[in-house]
């Protein structure tokens, strides 16, 4: 199953469609509208190859659901989505890494996502195609992680270091 895609120009990419893939496909971290298109140009040229830039299509492509078991199963979003209405979702595909179940519980299991009272499990390992809402719930999954200070170091003292921010569910497009 692929996604569709459109490519664009890049002389001819407006600011949100740059300021889209800058932070989607190649992963940058930038405040809103602090840059300018020709800035923005400028950083998609430095990190991409093509003269050109990628955006995904709107898609008749669903996603798929695990159900508890972690058995896949089509969805449909009938419910948000009316048969004959004639709208698309947009769709991106992801890939939530595994992680080691020992150290990190549930890093072998469905990870849940809800938005706007709708939820599914996104299998780990694959690559899923999901709706863009649930993509940036997942970037937004963040947690804090306290590293302790190793005693034999020049402080001496133990204890924990100032709070990291990480991804709750590390993952990347595909």
Known sequence: ???????????????????????????????????????????????WPQDYIIKPEKSDIYPKQCDSSGQGRPNTFEAEWPEGSGKKRLCCRVVIQK????????????????????????????????????????ENAEKFVYSEYDPSSDFGRGGLREPQIVKEYPFSYA
């Open 1 to 47: 199953m692929t996604m569709d895609v459109k490519k664009i120009e890049l002389a001819k990419a407006t600011k949100r469609e740059l300021e889209w893939f800058v932070r989607h496909v190649l992963q940058l971290e930038m405040d809103d509208g602090d840059k300018t298109v020709a800035e923005l140009r400028a950083m998609v040229s430095r990190a």
């Open 99 to 138: 992680m080691d179940p020992m150290v990190y519980p549930g890093g072998d299991e469905p990870v849940p996502v809800g938005v706007n009272g709708t939820a599914m499990l996104i299998p780990r390992g694959e690559p899923v195609t999901i709706p863009v809402e649930y993509a940036e719930v997942l």
